[in-house]
């Protein structure tokens, strides 16, 4: 239906017979005027550049930073368990971080949720000996070709090493290394795919792209998204862990529960201003004239996702 369409009509029309507003339409035209490339290349190109940072969370966790999302890695007898795959570019620079730990074998897999900066790397870690543990809707996404709208990229299905090799719907529980590994569902959030993942002797939790500590939040509504979703699975992420919580975001520094609140409080606040103005029958152009964000731009509109873009995201979901 696409390539049908697409022969014959203009990409905006195209979005709008796919039920996209204008919003996605000037989404695109934003986010490429100040990347050039498109917002994939953009981070795979960064994630070839980046040095890969190993910091030590708490106990034997510890997380690895710089392609993609933020990789925790526990350590053991039973081998390494990683959450997050970040980008396959990233394979020299990440297996060094590795084995500055230490030597134990990569065993075990999470996925938080089913985005590429998230499983990119899922098909060497697989053939290194990982067996490769997610939601349902993570293998269901990675299956088949894949649009994301916001990111104006179809990712192709990927191939039968980097499907994950066990995957649960409501819950999950795994025993590795002495810990107790809980992993639980959050209904559609920042995807239809996201779980988090919480060592519970250790009281550290990586809840994937639910949390973007300082930086605003891409939202995927292609894939069963929405601002809407995104505040319910930061309210479970403060009813569910406590202060003594360390949480492990799926971009930005790891953080802990009242930081977690503050994001919260802007995505809240965010989309109450934003739901005003398009009550009020304001275009998404005149939304974003109207700088609903503009209390939050210093700190948070300094990544990729900008302020208009936060606004566009939000604009489509209220
Ligand atoms: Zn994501």
Redesign the pocket.
Known sequence: MEKFEASKLSRRRLLEIAGFSAGAALFDRQLFSETKEGIVPTMVNSAAKAKITVSAVRRNISVLEGSG?NIAVLTGRDGKLLIEAGFAVSRPGISKALLSINNDPIQHLIN????T??TDGNAWLHSEGAEITAHENTKKRLLVDTRVEGWDWTFPAVPAGALPTKVFGAEHEVKLNDTRIALKYYGPA??DS?VWVHFTDADVVHV??TWWNGVYP?I?YSTGGSIDGQIQAAEANLAMFTSKTIFIP?HGPVGGWSEVAEFRNMLVKVRENVAALKKQGRSLQETIAAKPTAIYDAKWGQFLVTPAMFTGLVYQGV
């Open positions: 999302g938080t949720h089913w985005h900066d998230h920042h995807t996201d994937g792209d891409f995927d799926g």
